[in-house]
């Protein structure tokens, strides 16, 4: 079981956020991310995709430019043919315009490049500093959290590792829905941190982020599974569990770590799933802002501790199989057979433990693996007022009411 984790032990630096970088440095090092293959090279598929179409766009509209400012040019240089030089200049100058907006494209594309490499640059070195790693991007995380199967072109990006006193993961994280006018990107920051066992799936909804049409989550649960805990806890958050682990999620979130819930991690959505525990905005986590870390690292900081209360945790629905494993099998031909001395009970062996007391193996039974999911009816509400508004509008009803 990992241990407690000890402020002290990993103290907070967030110098390399703010430090001066050397730009050779940073370029040197982003060479070293490509040729090593932790960084895609700038001109994989989609990128030499999308620079082909670029400069096919920049071209045509270079030479529409060039054409129109010519033949205005042309007139104005006609004009002014007994002018001595101006004639001249006035021709000259839509390729003076056309260089420099060649210029300027030019310098965007370098500053970006730059500024990309000094971003990463500096969290590697914030990661080394605080005893962790850094990656630049992955292509569609494993992991079971509900955001990370959902729609196309999934990536995390700067991702900060740390593998004491358990893993966790800082990253950000796109997706894409919809396709065409309908295509939209996703947005969100996650704290993904490995627990010591399977636990029952469960939701903390964070009512402190939820927009106009309810949960700003991803996903809609059935309300059958929501369970009120005592206090003020349902003030800042919404617990939905699978149903008959009321107790188990109970056991799990004692006052003392509804508390420190409340108190550092009101403003993000909770996700407990298998063994993991995701922390959810719909915000980039991974910056180059020191409060941002600060904030993510106090509220990881105060829920590691309380890690080791779920460890304990077992689903009694598995006492069953535990009782049908091969140990508890060979046990059971121990007792039976003639294996132990002749004259003395199977029972008054010290180191055997009744089968009815096995401790459940770790894990979670099925029916508590996964909530079930529900039917957002507020949206599509929403949905269909906006379409019989539309409806009437164009058949003119509105106008009977309405008009003058």
């Given at each position: 079981m990992a241990a407690p984790a000890d402020p002290r032990s990993y103290p907070f630096d967030a110098r390399p956020l703010v430090e001066p970088v050397d730009p050779a440095a940073a370029r040197a090092f982003a060479q070293e991310l490509r040729r090593t293959g932790r960084l895609p090279s700038a001109l994989s598929d989609s990128g030499i995709a999308m620079v082909i179409i670029l400069s096919i766009v920049a071209i045509v509209f270079a030479s529409t430019i060039l054409t129109v400012m010519t033949t205005i040019a042309a007139g104005i240089a006609s004009s002014f043919a007994g002018e001595g030089g101006f004639g001249v200049l006035f021709a000259v100058v839509p390729f003076v315009?056309?260089?420099?907006?060649?210029?300027?494209?030019?310098?965007?594309?370098?500053?970006?490049?730059?500024?990309?490499?000094?971003?990463?640059?500096?969290?590697?070195?914030?990661?080394?500093?605080?005893?962790?790693?850094?990656?630049?991007?992955?292509?569609?995380?494993?992991?079971?959290?509900?955001?990370?199967?959902?729609?196309?072109?999934?990536?995390?990006?700067?991702?900060?590792?740390?593998?004491?006193?358990?893993?966790?993961?800082?990253?950000?994280?796109?997706?894409?829905?919809?396709?065409?006018?309908?295509?939209?990107?996703?947005?969100?920051?996650?704290?993904?941190?490995?627990?010591?066992?399977?636990?029952?799936?469960?939701?903390?909804?964070?009512?402190?982020?939820?927009g106009l049409f309810g949960s700003n989550l991803p996903a809609t649960f059935d309300k059958d599974q929501r369970l009120s805990l005592e206090g003020d806890f349902d003030r800042y958050f919404s617990l939905s569990c699978p149903a008959g682990y009321e107790t188990d999620a109970l056991y799990l979130f004692t006052p003392d770590i509804m508390a420190r819930f409340i108190d550092n991690a009101a403003a993000l959505d909770v996700e407990i799933v298998d063994d993991w525990l995701f922390?959810?905005?719909?915000?980039?986590?991974?910056?180059?802002?020191?409060?941002?870390?600060?904030?993510?690292?106090?509220?990881?900081?105060?829920?590691?501790?309380?890690?080791?209360?779920?460890?304990r945790w077992r689903d009694d629905r598995l006492r069953a199989a535990a009782r049908s494993t091969p140990d508890a099998s060979a046990h059971a031909s121990l007792e039976t057979s003639g294996a132990v001395s002749p004259g003395v009970a199977a029972t008054a062996v010290p180191f055997t433990p009744p089968l009815d007391t096995l401790r459940p193996p770790p894990g979670v039974a099925p029916q508590g693996r996964r909530l079930q999911r529900g039917v957002p009816w507020v949206t599509f509400i929403a949905m269909g007022a906006v379409v019989l508004f539309w409806i009437l509008s164009q058949t003119g009803v509105i106008g009977m009411f309405f008009g003058g």
């Open positions: 315009i056309i260089g420099g907006i060649v210029a300027i494209a030019v310098w965007v594309v370098v500053a970006a490049r730059r500024s990309g490499n000094a971003r990463m640059f500096r969290l590697d070195r914030f990661a080394r500093a605080n005893g962790m790693s850094y990656l630049p991007r992955m292509a569609a995380p494993a992991l079971p959290g509900m955001i990370f199967s959902l729609g196309s072109s999934r990536q995390a990006s700067d991702l900060v590792r740390g593998e004491r006193p358990r893993f966790v993961e800082f990253a950000n994280y796109r997706y894409t829905t919809g396709s065409g006018k309908n295509r939209s990107t996703h947005t969100w920051g996650y704290v993904a941190v490995k627990l010591d066992v399977p636990l029952p799936h469960i939701v903390l909804d964070a009512t402190g982020n939820n922390l959810y905005a719909k915000r980039d986590f991974s910056t180059l802002d020191p409060a941002t870390w600060a904030w993510l690292f106090s509220v990881v900081g105060a829920l590691l501790d309380k890690f080791a209360q779920w460890a």
